[in-house]
């Protein structure tokens, strides 16, 4: 005595994988239009988060090419007012400034999440050595503190040409 219709996938799930395999595939050029057919979407969550990851992947890909910023702003465009995606989407700006020494301020750090500080102390292009320390000294977790202190120990070593194989 199943009910058949407890058996079935929810049609929100199949558009959710619709939607990365379409993103996935998506142009350059047609990106910003997918996007925003996705966010119309009446499943709001899983639209967003269909575009997180469509955000997610094109970011890292894009963080410390001179492409980013186009691409960032025609983002936030298409985006709007959605508080998660563009939260994310500064982040990955203020990441992307840290990667490459440009202006960013200690608040900024202090005061990003913690996906932004975990993030900031594991990716290989952040090297900043001032910025890597205020997130040793005042990251918002022990964990955050912790990588910062091991990446901090890593960029200096590299640095001076130390590296030593364990």
């Known amino acids: 005595?199943?009910?058949?219709?407890?058996?079935?996938?929810?049609p929100e799930h199949l558009r959710y994988r619709?939607?990365?395999?379409?993103?996935?595939?998506?142009s350059e050029a047609d990106e910003a239009a997918l996007v925003a057919t996705v966010l119309n979407d009446p499943?709001?969550?899983?639209a967003e988060a269909a575009v997180n990851r469509r955000l997610e992947r094109r970011a890292a890909d894009l963080?410390?090419?001179p492409a980013f910023t186009a691409w960032a702003n025609t983002f936030a465009t298409v985006i709007g007012d959605r508080p998660f995606l563009a939260r994310r989407l500064r982040e990955w700006t203020l990441l992307r400034a840290v990667a490459?020494?440009?202006?960013?301020?200690?608040?900024?750090l202090t005061t990003a999440t913690?996906?932004?500080?975990?993030?900031a102390t594991v990716v290989r292009v952040v090297t900043s050595h001032e910025a890597l320390s205020l997130l040793a000294e005042r990251?918002?977790?022990r964990r955050v503190r912790n990588a910062a202190n091991r990446r901090l120990q890593d960029v200096d070593q590299r640095q001076s040409g130390t590296i030593h194989k364990s």
């Open 1 to 10: 005595m199943t009910d058949q219709s407890l058996d079935e996938e929810p």
């Open 43 to 46: 499943h709001v969550s899983m």
């Open 100 to 108: 490459l020494d440009e202006p960013w301020t200690a608040e900024e």
């Open 139 to 141: 990251g918002r977790t």
């Open 18 to 26: 619709s939607y990365l395999q379409d993103l996935e595939d998506v």
């Open 63 to 65: 963080l410390t090419d």
């Open 114 to 119: 913690d996906w932004f500080q975990r993030t």
